[in-house]
């Protein structure tokens, strides 16, 4: 493979890791992060064992599962009682549960610090020839080999690659979350809750010292009050005769400056995610909705898929061609499964649904 110099839109979890992937390899690799201090967006990440194998393959897994809490997650219905869809096991269930921030911090160190430049914002890119230009806010322009747009939601990169594939907001959807000191909850394994007017949430350890609460809500209707009260309004729907009082507990006692409260934008069906020179990954090419609780490991497999490409491939469009390939096709399952969980009525029929997710997206992980 020819290509050398790379640049990276995008110093979140899945721009760190292609960095660090692509480096692994020969690139030489800069991440353009538009922040002007890295910063981890949410609260923690689930990973399971399809991308804790891309950590691996960096010689970072031992650091990354020493710095998190492994789940089983369990499912209830609002009145407490446990639910697992028969035929699965904890194999189905179990993940990684890490601080977002620790993980951003160990990525770039990997990488190097001094190959991430903050306050650089892309707007846009030209392709020339065998090289792209990459256009920064500031009027600077860098000269690339490659260009992987890793920024997200709202990314710059694929509004040119592809004009009108803007965010789309989830109309209704509003997801609350913090990490709080540990409390005396059980600890046994993840709670997740799923309960009347399309409500879900829970919590789990997410390190020795700390607990991550979550509460989701389709169709949440107006908000009312400050955060911390729009979340346990919510919560309530998930707490029946005194069962989830820890969940209660544990949003009460947030401060009100700690809580995220998002609403949840999605990023439509992209006809293309690559061009010559240039390619989307993670959210940029496939922000879904948090509720099948991957897209993170999704995103460190599109890494796995193009640094595999990239290496089998010494031509660099037909090596982003068949990372492209591999991927929107994988993705046309990923979304029939995501709104299945989406529009599961109850406990029982989310706990199938998220089962059968699970061990299909484990069972036919690409190998890289």
Do not use: C
Not at 181 to 189: A, E, V
Not at 248 to 266: D, G, K, M, R, Y
């Amino acid at each position: 493979m020819s290509t050398k110099r790379t640049v990276i839109a995008g110093g979140g979890l899945v721009g760190l890791t292609a960095a660090a992937s692509l480096q692994r390899i020969g690139h030489e690799v800069v991440v353009l992060e538009q922040a002007p201090r890295m910063r981890a967006v949410g609260a923690g990440i689930g990973l399971w064992a399809n991308a804790l194998r891309e950590f691996d393959h960096l010689g970072i897994g031992p650091a990354i599962r020493d710095m998190g809490v492994e789940q089983n997650t369990w499912f209830f219905n609002p009145a407490g009682d446990p639910v697992r869809a028969p035929g699965y096991t904890d194999s189905d269930h179990r993940f990684l549960l890490v601080p977002r921030a620790e993980l951003n911090g160990l990525l770039a160190d990997t990488i190097g610090r001094d190959r991430i430049r903050l306050d650089a914002h892309v707007t846009g890119y030209t392709e020339i020839g065998s090289d792209v230009a990459v256009h920064l806010a500031n009027g600077e322009t860098l000269r690339t080999d490659l260009l992987i747009g890793a920024d997200g939601v709202h990314s710059s990169v694929r509004k040119q690659l592809v004009p009108g594939s803007d965010a789309i907001t989830h109309s209704g959807h509003y997801a609350w979350r913090a990490i709080v000191p540990i409390g005396n909850q059980n600890q046994k394994s993840t709670v997740l809750t799923v309960g009347p007017h399309r409500t879900r949430g829970g919590y789990a350890r997410i390190a020795r010292d700390r607990t991550m609460w979550m509460v989701n809500q389709f169709d949440a209707g107006p908000l009312t009050g400050s955060k911390r009260a729009r979340a346990l309004d919510r919560a309530r729907n998930l707490a029946e005769e005194g069962w989830n009082n820890d969940l209660l507990s544990l949003i009460a006692q947030t401060p009100e400056e700690s809580i995220l409260e998002n609403q949840v934008t999605l990023v439509p069906e992209l006809p293309r995610w690559t061009s010559r020179r240039v390619a989307l990954v993670g959210d940029a090419a496939h922000g879904l909705s948090p509720h099948i609780a991957s897209g993170g490991t999704l995103g460190i497999e599109d890494v796995g898929v193009l640094r595999s490409s990239l290496t089998a491939e010494a031509d660099a469009e037909k090596a982003l061609t068949a990372y492209e390939y591999a991927r929107s096709a994988r993705f046309e399952t990923v979304r029939e499964h995501s709104a299945a969980v989406e529009n599961a009525g109850d406990a029982v029929e989310f706990a199938q649904r998220y089962a059968a997710f699970s061990r299909w997206m484990l069972t036919t992980a690409p190998a890289t």
